[in-house]
Antibody, heavy 126, light 109 residues
Framework: EVQLVESGGGLMQPGGSLRLSCAVSGFTVSSNYVTWVRQAPGKGLEWVSVIYSSGTTYYADSVRGRVTISRDNSKNTVYLQMNSLRAGDTAMYYC????????????????????WGQGTLVTVSS | SSELTQDPAMSVALGQTVTITCHGDGLRTYYASWYQQKPGQAPVLVIYGKKDRPLGIPDRFSGFSSGSTAALTITGAQAEDEADYYCSSRDSSGNRHWVFGGGTKLTVL
């Protein structure tokens, strides 16, 4: 069974740092794309970051320079290091596997997130 | 960057059909995927690709995509379908990001 389990959230002060973990079972992180998505209280979903099987990483503009996604293949775990935390980072953070449809010669192309973890809550407040 | 637009809220009578739409120029390049989120729970994939449905998702959920519009249809809505629904696609601007629509809160009357 494919499963992702997030941990590491908590109450943090502005300016602090935090590392979130996404422990994966049922697939290998080194051969797949894994993404982080967050949801502020009462708000919609916001894409945060992705790590490719190649190790290439991308970040949303709202977190670039403050957040680093990485993975430990031996632990089959993906991490999200968050620095210089702000009140606006307060959210539930979800990780998910990224899947891709068949490679086609012309668009539309097909990508989706499945499954998702249960999330870990990060609260930034003084 | 790309943007996806959804109606904030919709309602449907029990047993009736409702279609939730998602608009964005980026949908001409990337299919939308649809996620159902119930209060206090993580999102769950319900539709991906042009009209594919993951195992375990009831066949009353269906998808459609054409041009800059994607649609999620629930045929014979049930009380348990009351949830927030989000569309998502890859950003077509070339920045390798993903984007989400603002979500549609579906109420089953």
């Amino acid at each position: 069974e494919v499963q992702l389990v997030e941990s590491g959230g908590g109450l943090m002060q502005p300016g602090g740092s935090l590392r979130l973990s996404c422990a994966v079972s049922g697939f290998t992180v080194s051969s797949n794309y894994v993404t982080w998505v967050r949801q502020a209280p009462g708000k919609g979903l916001e894409w945060v970051s992705v790590i490719y099987s190649s190790g290439t990483t991308y970040y949303a503009d709202s977190v670039r320079g403050r957040v680093t996604i990485s993975r430990d293949n031996s632990k089959n775990t993906v991490y999200l290091q968050m620095n210089s935390l702000r009140a606006g980072d307060t959210a539930m953070y979800y990780c998910a596997r990224v899947l891709r449809g068949m490679v086609v010669l012309a668009p539309p192309y097909d990508w989706w997130f499945d499954p998702w973890g249960q999330g870990t809550l990060v609260t930034v407040s003084s | 960057s790309s943007e996806l637009t959804q109606d904030p809220a919709m309602s449907v009578a029990l047993g009736q059909t409702v279609t939730i739409t998602c608009h964005g120029d980026g949908l001409r390049t990337y299919y939308a995927s649809w996620y159902q989120q119930k209060p206090g729970q993580a999102p769950v994939l319900v539709i991906y690709g042009k009209k594919d449905r993951p195992l375990g998702i009831p066949d009353r959920f269906s998808g459609f995509s054409s041009g800059s519009t994607a649609a999620l249809t629930i045929t014979g809505a049930q009380a348990e379908d009351e949830a927030d629904y989000y569309c998502s696609s890859r950003d077509s601007s070339g920045n390798r990001h993903w984007v989400f629509g603002g979500g549609t809160k579906l109420t089953v009357l």
